[in-house]
């Protein structure tokens, strides 16, 4: 629809590949994902093996190190991540001049960018020691900042971390224990929890994934690479459609408006997604998407739930996959149909949901920003475009436009 011969690109030939659909800009050893068949490896391992076996600290040593650990290398690695799990005193009191009830994506997107400030000593990008120190803090450390947006988003005093638990132990422990008051930490919330971030803990070059590969491409520090990873997951077509999902269900509230809804999402002049449907890579089905169907079954059953959401998400899916609209275009449930489901019955709160995505893929952000600054792949990330705008012309004096 426009004229593409322009100036730029009578200097060479380039691709137009709108959303990089079918562009790889890296190179990687991590994550390998077969969306025709339905395919997720990390390091060459199916993720239905990790989700059944692993838990979320062996997975991430997995991601950050391309072996499983042998039992040393476990427990160096889980006490190295708890010998981490402070924050400096100062970045709490950064965190508490936020207004209380700002999102907590906002405060965790900060709180991330602040640490460039507050570790600014040890950042150098080209120095492997600095590079496995900021690794490490930042896995540690996020669910201290999770859970202490957290409360602050609720208007309790913050947790420090408790470093005789385990890291969801840990995590749950931080946001819903009050100081010096016992708290029980809920082992099938902790079991919960940690299979939904091994289930986000990497999924290749995603939008957020991509983002913090092109602030780190620059050189920039580790921990703005990250803030600007976060920034990037908040939106509603990524890590913000768990929060979309729920929002949605409780706007459909009944079985018998899903027609309605379904006819809205296939709309084309209605802006309504079915959220939690479609994937850009996933042609077939969401591998993570079968694992959190079944695991929302069991955590409810063994929370002694019944939330009537899981009915209608079920009947959602039931009534969509058989959808010609859907079937066409190959739309399926993804991981975030159904884990924001998980998430509420483990009393989070919606807003939570993508701070919750965002601890968990800081693994993944961390072992591609390291595999990047590791291998060959450092080059500066720079797209062009194809221009559209004015042909070159003179300029005129603003008495006389
Ligand atoms: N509801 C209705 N129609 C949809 C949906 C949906 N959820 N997703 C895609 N479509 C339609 C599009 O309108 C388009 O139709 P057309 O060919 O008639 O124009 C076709 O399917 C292809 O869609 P694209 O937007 O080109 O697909 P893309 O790969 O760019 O987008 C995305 C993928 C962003 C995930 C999209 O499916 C979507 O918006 N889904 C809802 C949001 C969501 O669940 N995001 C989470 C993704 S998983 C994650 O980030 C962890």
């Given at each position: 629809?426009?004229?593409?011969?322009?100036?730029?690109?009578?200097?060479?030939?380039?691709?137009?590949?709108?959303?990089?659909?079918?562009?790889?800009?890296?190179?990687?050893?991590?994550?390998?994902?077969?969306?025709?068949?339905?395919?997720?490896?990390?390091?060459?391992?199916?993720?239905?093996?990790?989700?059944?076996?692993?838990?979320?600290?062996?997975?991430?040593?997995?991601?950050?190190?391309?072996?499983?650990?042998?039992?040393?290398?476990?427990?160096?690695?889980?006490?190295?991540?708890?010998?981490?799990?402070?924050?400096?005193?100062?970045?709490?009191?950064?965190?508490?001049?936020?207004?209380?009830?700002?999102?907590?994506?906002?405060?965790?997107?900060?709180?991330?960018?602040?640490?460039?400030?507050?570790?600014?000593?040890?950042?150098?990008?080209?120095?492997?020691?600095?590079?496995?120190?900021?690794?490490?803090?930042?896995?540690?450390?996020?669910?201290?900042?999770?859970?202490?947006?957290?409360?602050?988003?609720?208007?309790?005093?913050?947790?420090?971390?408790?470093?005789?638990?385990?890291?969801?132990?840990?995590?749950?422990?931080?946001?819903?224990?009050?100081?010096?008051?016992?708290?029980?930490?809920?082992?099938?919330?902790?079991?919960?929890?940690?299979?939904?971030?091994?289930?986000?803990?990497?999924?290749?070059?995603?939008?957020?994934?991509?983002?913090?590969?092109?602030?780190?491409?620059?050189?920039?520090?580790?921990?703005?690479?990250?803030?600007?990873?976060?920034?990037?997951?908040?939106?509603?077509?990524?890590?913000?459609?768990?929060?979309?999902?729920?929002?949605?269900?409780?706007?459909?509230?009944?079985?018998?408006?899903?027609?309605?809804?379904?006819?809205?999402?296939?709309?084309?002049?209605?802006?309504?997604?079915l959220m939690g449907f479609g994937h850009?890579?996933?042609?077939?089905?969401?591998?993570?998407?079968?694992?959190?169907?079944?695991?929302?079954?069991?955590?409810?059953?063994?929370?002694?739930?019944?939330?009537?959401r899981l009915e209608l998400?079920?009947?959602?899916?039931?009534?969509?996959?058989?959808?010609?609209?859907?079937?066409?275009?190959?739309?399926?449930?993804?991981?975030?149909?159904?884990?924001?489901?998980?998430?509420?019955?483990?009393?989070?709160?919606?807003?939570?949901?993508?701070?919750?995505?965002?601890?968990?893929?800081?693994?993944?952000?961390?072992?591609?920003?390291?595999?990047?600054?590791?291998?060959?792949?450092?080059?500066?990330?720079?797209?062009?475009?194809?221009?559209?705008?004015?042909?070159?012309?003179?300029?005129?004096?603003?008495?006389?436009?």
């Amino acid at each position: 629809t426009f004229d593409i011969k322009t100036l730029h690109q009578q200097t060479g030939y380039f691709t137009y590949d709108s959303g990089f659909a079918a562009t790889a800009a890296c190179t990687s050893d991590i994550t390998f994902i077969d969306g025709q068949e339905g395919v997720l490896l990390y390091r060459g391992y199916p993720i239905e093996q990790l989700a059944e076996n692993s838990n979320f600290m062996e997975v991430s040593y997995l991601l950050l190190n391309g072996e499983l650990p042998t039992s040393q290398e476990y427990d160096d690695f889980t006490s190295l991540i708890t010998r981490h799990t402070m924050v400096h005193e100062k970045i709490r009191s950064f965190m508490k001049g936020f207004q209380y009830d700002a999102h907590p994506m906002a405060m965790m997107m900060s709180v991330v960018g602040s640490f460039a400030a507050f570790y600014h000593n040890d950042t150098d990008v080209n120095n492997p020691k600095d590079r496995h120190l900021a690794a490490i803090r930042l896995i540690a450390k996020m669910p201290t900042v999770a859970a202490a947006v957290y409360k602050n988003y609720i208007g309790q005093p913050i947790m420090y971390p408790n470093n005789s638990l385990n890291f969801t132990e840990r995590l749950l422990h931080m946001m819903y224990g009050v100081p010096a008051e016992p708290y029980e930490v809920n082992p099938v919330a902790a079991k919960a929890l940690d299979l939904l971030f091994i289930l986000h803990a990497d999924h290749e070059q995603n939008a957020s994934t991509s983002t913090v590969r092109l602030v780190g491409s620059t050189g920039a520090n580790p921990y703005a690479s990250i803030a600007g990873g976060i920034a990037s997951l908040w939106g509603p077509a990524h890590g913000g459609a768990n929060e979309a999902v729920l929002n949605m269900l409780d706007e459909i509230g009944d079985v018998s408006q899903i027609d309605k809804f379904i006819a809205k999402a296939k709309d084309k002049d209605d802006p309504f997604r079915l959220m939690g449907f479609g994937h850009r890579v996933y042609k077939n089905f969401d591998p993570r998407a079968t694992i959190i169907r079944k695991a929302t079954h069991d955590v409810l059953d063994a929370l002694g739930i019944d939330d009537p959401r899981l009915e209608l998400a079920m009947k959602l899916e039931d009534i969509a996959l058989k959808d010609p609209y859907f079937v066409e275009r190959k739309l399926y449930p993804n991981v975030d149909f159904y884990s924001g489901i998980i998430y509420k019955a483990l009393n989070i709160p919606v807003q939570m949901f993508t701070v919750m995505f965002a601890l968990a893929r800081t693994v993944g952000w961390t072992a591609q920003w390291l595999e990047q600054h590791e291998t060959a792949d450092t080059r500066i990330g720079r797209p062009r475009q194809v221009y559209r705008g004015a042909k070159k012309r003179d300029f005129v004096a603003r008495h006389k436009r």
